[in-house]
C-alpha cells in the first residue's frame, strides 16, 4: 500500500520569507496529491492539490511541484504571512475515492512577524 | 460555515463506556469518512460510507462502530473495546463516486477518557 512521509515536521520562517514542505510516496502508481491546512483548532481545508498529468501548479502564492520519477511532491508558500500559520498535510492516492488517501504526519508552519 | 458539523466539540469518556460522535451535513454529498488524528500523525480512516445504508471499514475500524441510515447522518460509536480511545476526531464528506473530489470537514471533536 501506499506510504507517504512529510518532512519538516516543524518549520519557523520570518514573515516574507518562502517556505517548502516535502512529501515523498510510495506507490507509484499514485496519481493524485492534495495539500490540506489545519490552523490551530479548525477544520483541515484543501488549499491545492495536483495530478501527476501536470508537474506544478499555482495558486497566488501557494504552488505544488511533482516529481513522479523520485516519487516526491512538495508545497511552497512564498511571501509568508502570519496567516499561515498552521498544520500542513500532504497525501496521495491513485484516483480511486478520497478514502483511498493516505496523509503524511503533517508539518507544523509558523510565521514570525 | 462549511455544511459540515461534529458535535460535540469536546467529549469526556470514562474507561468502559461507549459514546457517539455526532456528523451532520447539509451538502448533499453521498459519501462520508471518519479520520482519527493523533499528535505526530497523519489522518487515519477509520470507516467511511459511500452510500446511505453502506459503510465500509477503514485503516483502524476496531473498536468503532458506524450507521448511515440517513445522507446527512453518519455517527461515530467508540465503544468500550477501543483500547486508546482519546484522540480527535475528524468526519469529512464528498461527493464520493469514486472519485477525488474535494472533500469537506467538520470542525472536529476531542474525546478524552478520564
Known amino acids: 500500500g501506499e506510504n507517504v512521509e512529510q518532512h519538516p515536521s516543524t518549520l519557523s520562517v520570518q514573515e516574507g520569507d518562502s517556505a517548502v514542505i516535502k512529501c515523498t510516496y510510495s506507490d507509484s502508481a499514485s496519481n493524485y496529491f492534495p495539500w490540506y491546512k489545519q490552523e490551530l483548532g479548525k477544520r483541515p481545508q484543501l488549499i491545492i492539490d495536483i495530478r501527476s498529468n501536470v508537474g506544478e501548479k499555482k495558486d497566488q502564492r501557494i504552488a505544488v511541484t511533482l516529481n513522479k520519477t523520485a516519487k516526491h511532491f512538495s508545497l511552497h508558500i512564498t511571501e509568508t504571512q502570519p496567516e499561515d500559520s498552521a498544520v500542513y498535510f500532504c497525501a496521495a492516492s491513485r484516483d480511486t475515492g478520497f478514502q483511498k488517501l493516505v496523509f503524511g504526519t503533517g508539518t507544523r508552519l509558523l510565521v514570525s512577524p | ?114
Open chain 2, 1 to 114: 460555515d462549511g455544511g459540515i458539523t461534529q458535535s460535540p466539540k469536546y467529549l469526556f469518556r470514562k474507561e468502559g463506556q461507549n459514546v457517539t460522535l455526532s456528523c451532520e451535513q447539509n451538502l448533499n454529498h453521498d459519501a462520508m469518512y471518519w479520520y482519527r488524528q493523533d499528535p505526530g500523525q497523519g489522518l487515519r480512516l477509520i470507516y467511511y460510507s459511500q452510500i446511505v445504508n453502506d459503510f465500509q471499514k477503514g485503516d483502524i475500524a476496531e473498536g468503532y462502530s458506524v450507521s448511515r441510515e440517513k445522507k446527512e447522518s453518519f455517527p461515530l460509536t467508540v465503544t468500550s473495546a477501543q483500547k486508546n480511545p482519546t484522540a480527535f476526531y475528524l468526519c469529512a464528506s464528498n461527493l464520493g463516486q469514486g472519485r477525488n473530489t474535494e472533500a469537506f470537514f467538520g470542525q472536529g471533536t476531542r474525546l478524552t477518557v478520564v
